[in-house]
């Protein structure tokens, strides 16, 4: 059975501050997907990686894919209060059967 | 919005009793999913289906039973209610942009069994 493993668990910021949170699997991803939850909704895909040392940007947000597809990144930079939320990492599998980390929940204070 | 509506959005129930919570959705995809949230596990796929009467268990299914009989909906039961089934239910969507397409989740079910 694949673990993700999510760290740092909570992680509490002011305004303009960067972060890194990362995401660590016990085996190789098959495809690697970001997700932001908010309080009272469901998670929102923020961005699929699929290549083993893939990048990808949005907005303030760097995705990063480690070479050996086994873990992945993911920085923002200069954070706003509108960044709060739970980021979760998880590994699409077969028939869309996904596997999810427990996730990092972020607070960026004004 | 993926189109995805779940009901109840909230629900106490008591030990015991059976309990049915709905995903309906208007996109017409073909793979359905309920996950439940529960604080230091993340999400856990409980059931899924790939198609009307096509279902597999997931993870957690234990005490969980599910029908498809529409495209549009997928039911979840829990036959006869445990304090362990106190969580947050999520329904998902697979979009149909291939093998690497996100997962479109509702809104969500808090269900307390007292």
């Known amino acids: 059975t694949q673990l993700l493993e999510q760290s740092p668990q909570f992680l509490s910021i002011q305004e303009g501050e960067n972060l890194t949170v990362y995401c660590n699997s016990s085996s190789v991803f098959s495809s690697l997907q970001w997700y932001r939850q908010e309080p009272g909704e469901g998670p929102v895909l923020l961005v699929t990686?699929?290549?083993?040392?893939e990048v990808k940007k949005l907005k303030r947000l760097t995705f990063q894919f480690g070479d050996a597809r086994k873990d992945s990144s993911l920085h923002i930079t200069a954070a706003q209060p509108g960044d709060t939320g739970l980021y979760l990492c998880?590994?699409?599998?077969?028939?869309?059967?996904?596997?999810f980390g427990d996730g990092t929940t972020l607070t960026v204070k004004p | 919005d993926a189109g995805i509506t779940q009901s109840p959005r909230h629900k106490v129930t008591e030990t015991g009793t059976p309990v049915t919570l709905r995903c309906h959705q208007t996109?017409?995809?073909?793979?359905m999913y309920w996950y439940r949230q529960d604080p230091g596990h993340g999400l856990r796929l409980i059931h899924y289906?790939?198609?009307?009467?096509?279902?597999d268990k997931g993870e957690v299914s234990d005490g969980y039973s599910v029908s498809r009989s529409k495209t549009e909906d997928f039911l979840l039961t829990l036959e006869s209610a445990t304090s362990s089934q106190t969580s947050v239910y999520f329904c998902?969507?697979?979009?149909?942009?291939?093998?690497?397409?996100?997962?479109?989740f509702g809104n969500g079910t808090r269900l307390t069994v007292t």
């Open positions: 990686v699929v290549t083993g040392g």
């Open positions: 996109e017409n995809h073909r793979y």
């Open positions: 998902a969507i697979r979009g149909t942009g291939g093998s690497n397409s996100p997962l479109h």
């Open positions: 998880a590994d699409l599998g077969n028939a869309g059967k996904s596997t």
């Open positions: 289906s790939y198609g009307v009467k096509d279902t």
